[in-house]
């Protein structure tokens, strides 16, 4: 008998890794795409967006208030979509970060009917978290009389007010046909892609205007700055980036501050040094 013989050729390592990279990337740009073309409830109309910087005894983080179109949207759906978008829904963990908060609600879209969706949420028979870190909702937040909604279902918290906030928050059921309706939400960013330097998530952007990405990559086509370690844009990581950050240095430069974290400090020498290009 003749055996056939197969040759197996190794694939290189770099190979499988931009396979892997591509696959990636495609099922990110995919999950965006289902993830807002799906319910009318993951159709961002508009935003309000809003840095709480250490400089303002913040954490750095950037924050949005989200109205989407459509006369509401659950709980679920508000988590789902601020995952897509790179982010989290808001929590509260101190006064000063409420009140934050209530400042972005001054917005259209944030009170009709009801107030935006927090992080907050309760399984049955279970206690009050903050689901982005798995903490437990604190308890200056609660408007009187509240949480009100039964042990036997889930709840999710939401910015309490009539036609605006009242500096609290109350529980309602997570589903609006089971709870009140709400079409906005409160998202929070730590870090994103912001590739034209603007201080806004390219893919809350795109979640706005979808045409800013064409061909669905999940990238803004007319991104001209793609390396944030470029300060200057002219394609090198240099000496004249790091003089143009260490001119800035401890302030809220916008270009300057790479991490986006709100003070150009040693983080974004780091990424600087990090990024290096030959000249």
């Known amino acids: 008998m003749m055996r056939t013989m197969s040759l197996r050729v190794p694939i290189p390592a770099f190979v499988i890794?931009?396979?892997?990279?591509?696959?990636?990337?495609?099922?990110?740009?995919?999950?965006?795409?289902?993830?807002?073309?799906?319910?009318?409830?993951?159709?961002?109309?508009?935003?309000?967006?809003?840095?709480?910087?250490?400089?303002?005894?913040?954490?750095?983080?950037?924050?949005?208030?989200?109205?989407?179109?459509?006369?509401?949207?659950?709980?679920?759906?508000?988590?789902?979509?601020?995952?897509?978008?790179?982010?989290?829904?808001?929590?509260?963990?101190?006064?000063?970060?409420l009140s934050f908060l209530e400042a972005l609600c001054d917005h259209p879209g944030a009170f009709d009917c009801a107030g935006p969706w927090l992080d907050g949420f309760r399984q049955p028979q279970s206690t009050w978290i903050w689901t982005s870190n798995a903490t437990p909702v604190p308890n200056f937040g609660w408007s009187p009389l509240r949480p009100a909604q039964s042990m036997v279902f889930p709840s999710a918290l939401l910015m309490s007010g009539i036609d605006g906030p009242d500096g609290r928050w109350i529980d309602v059921f997570p589903d609006p046909d089971a709870g009140v309706a709400t079409r906005s939400a409160l998202l929070h960013w730590t870090?994103?892609?912001?590739?034209?330097?603007?201080?806004?998530?390219?893919?809350?952007?795109?979640?706005?205007?979808?045409?800013?990405?064409?061909?669905?990559?999940?990238?803004?086509?007319?991104?001209?700055?793609?390396?944030?370690?470029?300060?200057?844009?002219?394609?090198?990581?240099?000496?004249?980036?790091?003089?143009?950050?260490?001119?800035?240095?401890?302030?809220?430069?916008?270009?300057?501050?790479?991490?986006?974290?709100?003070?150009?400090?040693?983080?974004?020498?780091?990424v600087i040094l990090s990024a290096w290009t030959e000249t």
Not at 229 to 256: C, E, Y
């Open 191 to 270: 870090n994103f892609e912001d590739c034209d330097g603007d201080d806004l998530p390219d893919l809350l952007e795109i979640a706005r205007t979808p045409t800013l990405d064409a061909d669905h990559n999940g990238q803004l086509d007319d991104c001209t700055h793609p390396n944030p370690a470029d300060i200057n844009g002219d394609g090198l990581v240099n000496a004249s980036d790091l003089s143009l950050l260490l001119n800035a240095w401890g302030t809220a430069d916008a270009k300057a501050d790479i991490d986006r974290n709100g003070t150009v400090n040693a983080l974004d020498l780091t």
């Open 17 to 97: 890794t931009n396979m892997i990279a591509s696959t990636i990337a495609s099922i990110a740009a995919s999950t965006l795409a289902s993830t807002i073309a799906t319910a009318d409830a993951a159709t961002v109309v508009d935003f309000s967006v809003r840095r709480w910087t250490i400089s303002d005894g913040g954490d750095g983080g950037l924050r949005a208030l989200v109205v989407i179109e459509g006369p509401s949207w659950s709980w679920h759906d508000a988590s789902g979509l601020a995952n897509a978008l790179g982010a989290t829904l808001a929590r509260a963990d101190s006064q000063a970060e």
